[in-house]
């Protein structure tokens, strides 16, 4: 039987060679769903596929690569991703946000700023914005090509109409560099600000539905919004229980069963450095924390 | 951190060692081979051989094993591994008409030139739990017979001959078939890529499909014109040699479906086709694939597209397992920082239709 040997990275260099010609088309046409030809991956499709083709192509030996999910280096999936590269790239990994030059993401951006030089790689599970208004592929390219986003405007605005607000929390549909309407993937819209203007280049991979589309460093992206309806953000409203920030979008914690919850950062990097600064919240340690023993 | 929502690098490698435990079952109890599951599981190899576009036997056998008998899971093995494998290039096209033959029926005539063969076929057995087999018992060894010398021309070959049915197409060296495994995939998709796909799909998605088209949804008039299972020779055109090699033999099952008729004022009435081809003895999925190529050919036949089996986006978009079972899959992954973000919106909601509640029962009071 053939014992299997892997690439840098796990993909041959055809393959990469294919996606970051995919990506260099996505950086050129900001916003726009570039389609490439998906390799099965030893993960399954829905759990980063996307995301981990677009970091292999890009990640070089002397990159230095941090992975989250919903935030934390610390997830199962986020630790299964990181311990696949340091495996097959021997590339150095860190949860520092700072120290990154490579940051593979489900569902954040982080919270400390990015900058120029740094990759933001998103795992994207449908990259298409108006799927949920139109199933088809062959129609939503149309309306892309002629930039008819006419029925995502009527969506926002029968949100409006139901319930007083635009009801769309997370994967909160944007506009690129005035032209493509796109999906951040599933990021709480607390986090679209921070693509606007971000000096660090944006990738997002889409494995399964087989897209790449990218927000060059410094690209114009805004969230829909209606001007007697502006964009808001939201956060709890609340300190974090561990570090104090009032700045950080927040988990909420489940303590008990007596209606007891803390609200702590979602970006465990960031908490944590808070703490390391002398930052202290009200709690001072959190609930269900996993003993220091080996 | 939160050992409620937060896995740590010990917990997977635990969850890992937990399933291999589990895998092997009682230690007591004789592991299986792979010769077990190659050779007596052979369907299930099969179906993992041909979903997993990868024709080996040995391999299929390891992924059944490993995946602890989940066909999904042994498929997406083959599929990560098969990912990896470099391409020297296609085979030259397989010729089913020379296929050395184990079972071959035909449900349009009774007899046809080479005969009606059987093989080893579930067909007629009765459904009875057999308590001998619960034991191991030796089988009589099978019945034979000389081999016929007659050849064994394909039905839809005869009936091509008198211009009933409509012609298979031509290959065309100057237009190579399409790879979805290599090329992204485009709507709308020629036959070549729609029949990869269908090749590829999930047998349970296709019968489901090709029985919706005989209930009604898409009908299209099968006939079973022949189904024939046994094995090819694969030839590959060497360039430095200038002639095609063999490469040695693969098993396979073909269904040819013969199909309600089309024709128009310029065009004499002849019957449609319908394919289908897997690895192995799997008839239930070329029969399917068979109803569903033919379904779908709705469009190139001026049919209406109405029917979800004709629907080419809807069908190549969702039939392959290995991509449907990971996005459902995939909502087993932490979404707490959607779901929060969802919470605050709900609870915003709820919070502003109470108030306005408590502001309108005073005025309902006054009304009252």
Redesign the interface.
Known sequence: MNAPTYNFAYLDEQTKRMIRRAILKAIAIPGYQVPFASREMPMPYGWGTGGVQVTAAILGPRDVLKVIDQGSDDTTNAISIRKFFAKTAGVATTTSTADATVIQTRHRIPEAPLHAGQLLVYQVPIPEPLRFLEPRETETRRMHALGEYGLMHVKLYEDIARFGHIATSYAYPVKVNARYVMDPSPTPKFDNPKMDDCPALQLFGAGREKRIYAIPPHTTVKSLDFEDHPFTRYRFDAPCALCGADNSYLDEIVTDDQGGRMFVCSDTDYCETRQAQGHRGTESAAPHKESARG | ?????????R??ENAHRLLAHERRGDPGVAEVTLDQISGQLSLAVDRVMSEGSLYDR??AA?AIKQARGDMIEAI?LV??????L?RFGATEPVDTGEMRVRRRISSTFKDIPGGQILGPTFDYTHRLLDPQLAEGFAPEPPATADVSAAAMPRVTDILGRDGLIEPSPEADADTPVGDL????????ADRDLRLQNLARADEGFLLALGYSSQRGYGRNHPFAGEIRFGEVEVEFLAEEVGFAVPLGGISLTECQMVNQFKGSATEAPCFTRGYGLAFGQSERKTMSMALVDRALRARELGEEVLAPAQDE?FVM?HSDN??A??????LK??????F??????LR??RK?FSEAADDSSPMQEAAE
Request: charged letters at 25%; hydrophobic letters at 40%.
């Open positions: 951190m939160y050992v409620a929502v937060k896995g740590g690098e917990a997977i040995e391999l390891l997406f599929r990560a591994f098969r990912a990896t470099p495994t290599r090329e992204p995939l485009g709507f709308p986006e978009s290995v991509q079972t990971g996005f459902v899959e995939h992954l932490p979404h707490y920082v959607d929060q973000s969802e919470l605050g919106l915003k909601l502003e």
